[in-house]
């Protein structure tokens, strides 16, 4: 999206046949992940948690931004990981996003938002996140075992399973919205007739 951010998981237009996809294609969903974007905005994130001093026990310096650095990457890989790839293969449900495309604003983002909760599964039914919720769990659950002994903690499960379910509600409502965005911002330019 905006030719940087990578979107591999969106269904553009659901009124078409929608082919559920067997666990090779989810799990090639997965080593999407591994998006140069990702390296990019992960040192970013990694710089301002430097900057900010969040696991201080990581320390400072070079050796304090890379043990930053590849946590944050392995949170985000395992986090894809487990929802993208495990559960959903697991309970049968579809990792994809499925845009609306219709309705009001106010509409669609409630529906992009409410897309953490909902999941279609292969059957095209749909039914309460499992994969979501459990795979954002068993993510924070992993980080418990490289994450300085200071900042383990059984809350911080829970936290950053919070944040990680606000970011992926974000990040839907902008797969909802890019198409129309696209539309505005990149129309093709108007051929005008040769004189």
């Known amino acids: 999206m905006f030719k940087v951010l990578p979107n591999y998981k969106t269904v553009n237009d659901p009124s078409q046949p929608i082919t559920p996809i067997d666990p090779?294609?989810?799990?090639?969903?997965?080593l999407h992940y591994f998006d140069p974007f990702t390296y990019g905005f992960t040192g970013i994130q990694a710089a301002i948690q430097q900057a900010s001093g969040a696991q201080k026990g990581y320390g400072q310096g070079v050796?304090?931004?890379?043990?930053?650095?590849?946590?944050?990457?392995?949170?985000?890989?395992?986090?894809?990981?487990?929802?993208v790839g495990v559960f959903p293969t697991l309970l049968h449900?579809?990792?994809?996003?499925?845009?609306?495309?219709?309705?009001?604003?106010?509409k669609r983002t409630a529906y992009a938002i409410s897309r953490v909760f909902v999941a279609r599964t292969d059957a095209g039914n749909q039914r309460y996140n499992f994969s979501e919720v459990l795979g954002n769990m068993a993510s924070g659950s992993?980080?418990?075992?490289?994450?300085?002994?200071?900042?383990?903690?059984?809350?911080?499960?829970?936290?950053?399973?919070?944040?990680?379910?606000?970011?992926?509600?974000?990040?839907n409502v902008m797969k909802e919205f890019y198409p129309d965005l696209k539309r505005k911002l990149y129309h093709p330019k108007s051929s005008s007739p040769i004189p």
């Open 93 to 106: 449900e579809d990792p994809r996003y499925f845009r609306s495309g219709k309705g009001s604003g106010f």
């Open 142 to 171: 992993i980080s418990e075992l490289y994450y300085p002994r200071g900042d383990r903690h059984v809350s911080d499960i829970f936290t950053r399973t919070g944040f990680q379910l606000g970011y992926d509600a974000m990040f």
């Open 24 to 30: 090779k294609q989810k799990f090639a969903l997965v």
């Open 63 to 83: 050796v304090g931004y890379n043990k930053r650095y590849w946590a944050d990457f392995t949170d985000a890989f395992t986090n894809e990981l487990f929802t």
